[in-house]
């Protein structure tokens, strides 16, 4: 009871120490509370970024991986083709090399035979000797005849002026200029002057054009026209001696015809210079018959070979094989030796490359 007396007596203050201490205890435990929290936040975070990170090294493995599968894959592609497309170019350049030497054999062998060749090129050389001395030799002929004309020529000319000027010629009284008495022999003039006749002058006749203009008609149609007189003749004049013209070089510069310097156009030139493009056009056209593709107009009718299809050194047909033998052209009777070795590479072929585009 005693015990129980105490208590009773004391339990005020055990209740005011309980809250004292239970009041000095929640501060405690929010903090410890908040660190543990804090705590568990941070290896949490540590926990889920190792993830992450193992997560990242994974996925790059992944596609490193595949990444690497598409570009081998890619690569071997490229190398096919890049192979394929060597072999082709291979395969081309041994063809156009075997195509180079068949072709330059065929073309020396059939075509351009150089023993036809030099004989018609030595029958070519003599023919042009030939003609070239025929040649010379007219053309000796004509500067001969030319050099005769023009010493023609000057002697008529001298002979002419001598006919001029035989007024000067000396006579028993009077000396000409060309016998001088200080000389000891005439002047060669003078010789020619003794030989020449004198020249006698022509009167020039004058014609009369027919006057057509309308003017003209009008006043011979006119009741009140005068009758014209006739032109007259030219007066009799004796020529003057001296260094004078000729009377006839004059009147015919006098009464030389008008040449306009304007030329009247026709007014169809244009038709005529058409006509003229057509003669031309048609003068050039090779054959005038008409070609027609879609019918039988030319079934019938021979075919007329051209001039270099029927010579001596002609193309060969188009009826005749591409290797087909003709022995009459051969040059001599052995065989064709070949120059090359045969080619390794092709004893190969569907072995070793590429077959109608598939890799074997």
Known sequence: MATLARLQTRSLTVGNEYYFRNSIVDPFRNKENDAAVKIQSWFRGCRVRAYIRHLHRIVTIIQKWWRSFLGRKQYRLTVQVAYYTMMMNLYNAMAVRIQRRWR??????????YYCLKE?????????????????????????????AILKREEEKRDYQARKMHYLLSTKQIPGIYNSP?????????????????????RPKVKQKDSTSLTDWLACTSTRSFPRSEILPPINRKKCQGPFRDTTEVLEQRYKPLEPTLVAEPIDELKLAREELRRKEWLRN??????????SYHKNKK???????SSKYSPISHTEQFRSENPKKWICDKDFQTVLPSFELFSKYGKLYSKAGQIV
């Open 104 to 113: 330059g054999y065929r073309v020396r062998k059939y075509l351009f035979n």
């Open 120 to 148: 018609y090129l030595r029958v070519v050389s003599e023919t042009n000797d030939t003609i070239r001395k025929a040649l010379e030799e007219f053309a000796e002929m004509k500067e001969r005849e030319e050099k005769k």
């Open 182 to 202: 200080f000389r000891k022999e005439p002047d060669p003039w003078e010789l020619q002057l003794q030989k020449a006749k004198p020249l006698t002058h022509q």
């Open 286 to 295: 090779v054959n005038d018959n008409m070609f027609l593709p879609f019918s």
């Open 303 to 309: 075919y007329i070979p051209s001039m270099h299809l």
